[in-house]
T-cell receptor, first 116, second 114 residues
Framework: EAQVTQNPRYLITVTGKKLTVTCSQN?????MSWYRQDPGLGLRQIYY???????DKGDVPEGYKVSRKEKRNFPLILESPSPNQTSLYFC???????????????FGPGTRLTVT | ELKVEQNPLFLSMQEGKNYTIYCNYS?????LYWYRQDPGKSLESLFV?????AVKQEGRLMASLDTKARLSTLHITAAVHDLSATYFC??????????????FGTGTRLQVTL
């Protein structure tokens, strides 16, 4: 089954304790991205990656890091989490290139993070 | 800065009625997406609109795009309870066909009542 998976789905942590949220897709997509969703703000892009070893900042990258060492994986790293990073996080992927099929973006199930 | 505005933010409608959700955006783009989100769930892709005048329909939902007016609409025909969810539009403002920078609206929470 074609899918985007995220782990963990729920995480409660304390300020300053480094954490990683994993994202993996099995569709051979080149493009992957991370979003955070907050009430009243919709979804905002954190980072995206065009392909292996190619990443770039989205709208709200502060406090986050990413890496893309393999095509299927795109982990989100919070080196020193703070309470304002409490949010619902989504990973997404799609093919690159043109053509209507390639614009379909697939979202993971989400990771609810609470930083106390 | 790109702004994507949806109206209304909350919509309560009776079963069987028709209504339209509006999505206005502030910069040039010819790629617009509509998503559905159920409480506690991920986003489900509804429509991808890729050109001016594009119209797509799936069941009771129909989406259209007017790039000149920077407006997309999501029309609901004869609403049923199963359509209750939050609907988001998202505008792709990447300069190339391979990149993707989605800017989302704040969502429209739709509640369909009996």
């Amino acid at each position: 089954e074609a899918q985007v998976t995220q782990n963990p789905r729920y995480l409660i942590t304390v300020t300053g304790k480094k954490l990683t949220v994993t994202c993996s897709q099995n569709m051979n997509h080149e493009y992957m991205s991370w979003y955070r969703q907050d009430p009243g703000l919709g979804l905002r892009q954190i980072y995206y990656s065009m392909n292996v070893e190619v990443t770039d900042k989205g709208d709200v990258p502060e406090g986050y890091k990413v890496s893309r060492k393999e095509k299927r994986n795109f982990p989100l790293i919070l080196e020193s989490p703070s309470p304002n990073q409490t949010s619902l996080y989504f990973c997404a992927s799609r093919f690159s290139g043109t053509g209507s099929f390639s614009y379909e973006q697939y979202f993971g199930p989400g990771t609810r993070l609470t930083v106390t | 800065e790109l702004k994507v505005e949806q109206n209304p933010l909350f919509l309560s409608m009776q079963e069987g009625k028709n209504y339209t959700i509006y999505c206005n955006y502030s910069t040039t783009s010819d790629r617009l997406y509509w998503y559905r989100q159920d409480p506690g769930k991920s986003l489900e892709s509804l429509f991808v609109l890729l050109s001016n005048g594009a119209v797509k329909q799936e069941g009771r939902l129909m989406a259209s795009l007017d790039t000149k007016a920077r407006l997309s609409t999501l029309h609901i025909t004869a609403a049923v309870h199963d359509l209750s969810a939050t609907y988001f539009c998202a505008v792709d403002t990447a300069n190339t066909g391979t990149a993707s920078k989605l800017t989302f609206g704040t969502g429209t929470r739709l509640q369909v009542t009996l």
